[in-house]
């Protein structure tokens, strides 16, 4: 079974798999537009001082998104 999580509890300097956006369609389009696609991969590089936003790479574009954006993207951890 597959170990799924949000992607705001993804360590910094961990890579995972994106399974699903949940949320409204307007902030799924959105997370598409930007390359946020079931089966893609991203890592998570770093934190902002005050834990938010967090800074992530995906299709090799550098972005950040707010802890409230990230609760709404399933991942599964790769090791």
Do not use: C, W
């Not at 934190?47 to 790479?57: C, F, H, K, R, S």
């Amino acid at each position: 079974m597959e170990n799924l999580q949000k992607l705001s509890d993804l360590t910094p300097g961990r890579t995972a798999r994106i399974v699903r956006i949940n949320g409204s369609s307007r902030f799924k389009k959105r997370l598409l537009e930007m390359g946020f696609i079931r089966g893609e991969n991203i890592y998570k590089v770093k934190l902002a001082p005050l834990a938010d936003p967090a800074e992530y790479i995906i299709k090799n574009t550098h972005l950040s998104l707010r802890h409230e954006e990230t609760q709404n993207i399933i991942i599964e951890e790769l090791t």
